[in-house]
């Protein structure tokens, strides 16, 4: 939790309004020419709450967070983020792309600039920050995510984790609404891993709202609210952890977990 000692600046009003809806999804359709990637989406996540999605490779999962900050555009059904629908495009669409952070396996960091500049460069750029605050606010959060020493080397002389976490301070730096992570720890060494888990169980222990795709079963039994399983396009089990991984209902999910398991 933030205490005192430790004011992490996203966090100031992260209570709000926690445990109305933040994220609702209703009714979507993604086709992608005749294949249909996302068939009669239904999704509400509240604010506060932590998502973690799970399912077999192609069944929708990335496709559904690009869906939320339209990266990919929606056949039909609706997505509205805090009570307003998302934009086509223009500048309304790039605000809202604000209030969503998205991390993603590879973290996209800009090669050629250093780290303090790399989270930086979207509050300056697209919020309009000064830029003595966008430093302040940078450096506060490359020290959240533990690498406050780091900031001015670039991304290549950091090690994959390291890198990950820059991404979770640069997306953090928007002061996002909802944070997205799309397998931010698959391409990330074994012993890696669990310096980024670590960051994102800190984030959600303090409220921040999260939708994560990930196969870390660890990470979901501790930080998920719930698991949402995907498989074909389709939402097919909504369990909390506890349940999913002890007693899933379905035959798909049963069949995934048991793979899952004995890898
Ligand atoms: N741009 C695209 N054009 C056509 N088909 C696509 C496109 N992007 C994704 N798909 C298809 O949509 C389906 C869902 O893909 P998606 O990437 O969302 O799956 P996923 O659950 O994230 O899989 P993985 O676990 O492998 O990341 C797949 O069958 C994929 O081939
Ligand atoms: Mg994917």
């Known amino acids: 939790m933030t205490t005192p000692a430790d004011p992490a600046p996203r966090t100031s009003n992260i209570h709000v309004g926690r445990g109305e809806p933040l994220v609702e999804i209703t009714d979507v359709q993604k086709h992608y020419g005749e294949?249909?990637?996302?068939?009669?989406?239904?999704?509400?996540?509240?604010?506060?709450?932590?998502?973690?999605?799970?399912?077999?490779?192609?069944?929708?999962?990335?496709?559904?967070?690009?869906?939320?900050?339209?990266?990919?555009?929606?056949?039909?059904?609706?997505?509205?983020?805090?009570g307003a629908e998302l934009p086509k495009e223009g500048k309304a669409l790039a605000s809202l792309r604000a209030d969503v952070g998205m991390v993603f396996?590879?973290?996209?960091?800009?090669?050629?600039?250093?780290?303090?500049?790399?989270?930086?460069?979207?509050?300056?750029?697209?919020?309009?920050?000064?830029?003595?605050?966008?430093?302040?606010?940078?450096?506060?959060?490359?020290?959240?995510?533990?690498?406050?020493?780091?900031?001015?080397?670039l991304p290549a002389q950091l090690s994959g984790g390291q890198q990950q976490r820059v991404a979770i301070a640069r997306a953090l730096a928007m002061q996002p609404k909802v944070m997205l992570f799309d397998e931010p720890t698959s391409a990330l060494d074994p012993e890696m891993i669990n310096e980024v888990l670590d960051v994102m169980v800190g984030l959600a222990q303090d409220g921040m709202t999260m939708i994560v795709v990930t196969h870390e079963m660890g990470f979901a039994r501790k930080a998920a609210d719930r698991v949402v399983f995907m498989a074909d396009g389709q939402i097919v089990e909504e369990a909390t952890p506890e349940e999913f991984f002890t007693n899933p209902k379905s035959a798909r999910a049963k069949d995934f977990l048991s793979k899952l398991l004995t890898h």
């Open 105 to 153: 396996q590879s973290f996209n960091l800009f090669a050629h600039l250093s780290i303090l500049d790399n989270v930086t460069l979207g509050p300056i750029k697209v919020k309009g920050m000064k830029k003595s605050d966008a430093v302040a606010l940078a450096r506060q959060l490359l020290d959240r995510v533990g690498i406050a020493q780091q900031a001015d080397k």
């Open 35 to 82: 294949f249909q990637a996302l068939k009669d989406i239904d999704l509400t996540v509240n604010r506060g709450e932590v998502v973690v999605v799970i399912g077999p490779s192609g069944s929708g999962k990335s496709t559904l967070c690009r869906t939320i900050n339209r990266l990919e555009t929606i056949t039909s059904g609706t997505i509205t983020i805090d």
